[in-house]
Antibody, heavy 125, light 107 residues
């Protein structure tokens, strides 16, 4: 059974860097999927952050691209989110997910089929 | 970016009811749409992809339909475990975007 578990600090100071870890169990992170992050600010909807393949190919939301890095440590079966220069607007529930992506005919598909429970991050001094 | 508008934002229903949730998209996306269910304290669960393909393990009372700009999630014969928040997501183009969610509550 595939499981994803987020971990990281619950509180980050403004202007600092947020780093979250997603630990994958029951499935190899090198088995052909992408691995991504989504966040949900309090009282708001879901916002896609981005995703990475174990080969290093990545996709990011343009609204966050200048501050975001998603990376993989295949030896630990983990992947990471790094978000720099955080502000109060980055306060959210952050969830990691396995991404089904590839080409079907002449178009790609991209949806998240397994999710972690999420971890709450508050940006405050 | 492609905007996704769900309606209603809040839906009250009873077990056994049939309910319909709408997702309207700001531009045509063919059938590149997924639906998710999220319960409090848990991550979202994929229900449907490609607008109408049921994800493995999802009960057949969940149905997706639509193409282009208008999509619908229908739940036949509501069960108690179906009271949750539902989101649509487009993957026609990057950035990936979601609807704002529809909370389905017990009447």
């Amino acid at each position: 059974q595939v499981q994803l578990q987020e971990s990281g600090p619950g509180l980050v100071k403004p202007s600092e860097t947020l780093t979250l870890t997603c630990t994958v169990s029951g499935f190899s992170i090198t088995s052909g999927y992408n691995w991504g992050w989504v966040r949900q600010p309090p009282g708001k909807g879901l916002e896609w952050i981005g995703s990475v393949h174990h080969s290093g190919n990545s996709y990011y939301n343009p609204s966050l691209e200048s501050r975001v890095t998603i990376s993989v440590d295949a030896s630990q079966n983990q992947f990471f989110l790094k978000l720099t220069s955080v502000t109060a607007a980055d306060t959210a529930m952050y969830s990691c997910a396995r991404v089904q992506t590839g080409m079907a005919g002449d178009h790609y598909y991209y949806y998240m089929d397994v999710w972690g429970k999420g971890t709450t991050v508050t940006v405050s001094s | 970016a492609i905007w996704m508008t769900q309606s209603p934002s809040l839906l009250s229903a009873s077990t056994g009811d049939r309910v319909t949730i709408s997702c309207r998209v700001s531009q045509g996306i063919d059938n590149y749409l997924a639906w998710y269910q999220q319960k409090p304290g848990k991550g979202p669960e994929l229900l449907i992809h490609d607008a109408s393909t049921l994800q493995s393990g999802v009960p057949s009372r969940f149905r997706g339909s639509g193409s282009g700009t208008d999509f619908t999630l229908t739940i036949d014969c509501l069960q108690s475990e179906d009271f949750a928040t539902y989101y649509c997501q487009q993957y026609y183009s990057f950035p990936i975007t979601f609807g704002q969610g529809t909370r389905l509550e017990m009447k």
